[in-house]
T-cell receptor
Framework: NAGVMQNPRHLVRRRGQEARLRCSPM?????VYWYRQLPEEGLKFMVY????????ESGMPKERFSAEFPKEGPSILRIQQVVRGDSAAYFC?????????FGPGTRLTVT | AQTVTQSQPEMSVQEAETVTLSCTYD???????LFWYKQPPSRQMILVIR??????QNATENRFSVNFQKAAKSFSLKISDSQLGDTAMYFC??????????????FGKGTLLTVNP
């Protein structure tokens, strides 16, 4: 059973460009979470999605960030008009019940 | 809102010795879960151990065990017979028990553990 997949693993964007991060949950998991890890920090919750629904987006910045988990395909975290402060590692986790399994993360660098 | 505090930014231990990492949390919830995650240099988050708050018995997974003190809101991780591969950042995390529903994790800032040969 493949684990949580994230791609790309590394992404470099110039300021003002868009970043799209993808997450494929473990087989059979219908809950997806996105977390952000800034340098020297723990992971901070951003958004929780089920198929076609955003359940909790209380950790998501109000502007430029959006997330979706369509009926078919991976979950997407989209960051528009990236700024240097968006540079971080973005982790996706999926769950069936109360235990979350993490992907390897996407390291976003904004130049 | 929940908070998780790890007061030891860095720790080191000699190979084969025992080390304890501290974690305290603050919550008004009565039902919840606590976790320790390990993040080695590869940055992959790996679940080490979990504890359900309603269980009085401390969880154990091989060389890893916890000391869960619910009244004190303390959840420490003990690693016995430390191995070089245990070198990693360790994060304590809290999750509310939503009665069968899923919920987000709240993480501490982490403790960097170095195991020395």
């Amino acid at each position: 059973n493949a684990g949580v997949m994230q791609n790309p693993r590394h992404l470099v964007r110039r300021r003002g460009q868009e970043a799209r991060l993808r997450c494929s949950p473990m087989k059979g998991h219908s809950h997806v979470y996105w977390y952000r890890q800034l340098p020297e920090e723990g992971l901070k919750f951003m958004v929780y999605l089920q198929k076609e629904n955003i359940i909790d987006e209380s950790g998501m910045p109000k502007e430029r960030f959006s997330a979706e988990f369509p009926k078919e395909g991976p979950s997407i975290l989209r960051i528009q008009q990236v700024v240097r402060g968006d540079s971080a590692a973005y982790f996706c986790a999926s769950s069936l019940l109360d235990e979350q399994y993490f992907g390897p993360g996407t390291r976003l660098t904004v130049t | 809102a929940q908070t998780v505090t790890q007061s030891q930014p860095e720790m080191s231990v000699q190979e084969a010795e025992t080390v304890t990492l501290s974690c305290t949390y603050d919550t008004s919830e009565s039902n919840y879960y606590l976790f320790w995650y390990k993040q080695p240099p590869s940055r992959q988050m790996i679940l080490v151990i979990r504890q359900e708050a309603y269980k009085q018995q401390n969880a154990t997974e091989n060389r890893f065990s916890v000391n869960f003190q619910k009244a004190a809101k303390s959840f420490s991780l003990k690693i016995s017979d430390s191995q070089l591969g245990d070198t990693a950042m360790y994060f304590c995390a809290f999750m509310k028990d939503s009665g069968g529903s899923n919920y987000k994790l709240t993480f501490g800032k982490g403790t960097l553990l170095t195991v020395n040969p």
